[in-house]
């Protein structure tokens, strides 16, 4: 079965980047540029991977979370942002990544092999 995953940013060309390099390989995307759109995304729960970007306009990244583990309560954390993230509760990818750096981490996450993901 294919993984599903769920990609949160407010920065179009950056969700539409991840959307597709993921749905490229193969994983089941589902995506939202705002809080409405996570909404209607959140009715293809359960997701294995909640990719989402640490600022998204006014909104807090727990409170994301916290709906999307509604009704994905096992769903792994993904965290984007154009800063570095001190938080280790959570893996971090750092804007600007390559798609293979991308696709790499998700595949990693996803396969199991999590340990020292937060230095990509």
């Not at 769920?6 to 589902?30: H, M, N, P, Q, W």
């Not at 396969?111 to 990509?120: F, H, Q, T």
């Amino acid at each position: 079965m294919l993984s599903k995953i769920l990609v949160i940013d407010d920065e179009s060309l950056i969700l539409t980047a991840v959307e597709r390099a993921l749905v490229k390989v193969g994983y089941r995307v589902f995506s939202a540029l705002n809080m409405e759109e996570l909404g209607t995304a959140l009715a293809e729960a359960p997701f294995d991977l909640l990719i989402t970007d640490i600022h998204l306009a006014g909104e807090s990244v727990e409170h994301v979370i916290q709906r999307v583990r509604e009704g994905s309560p096992a769903v792994r954390i993904l965290l984007m942002s154009g800063g570095s993230h001190k938080d280790q509760q959570y893996h971090f990818l750092e804007k600007p990544f390559s798609i293979s750096g991308l696709r790499q981490t998700v595949k990693d996450i996803l396969d199991g092999r999590e340990e020292g993901l937060s230095a990509l």
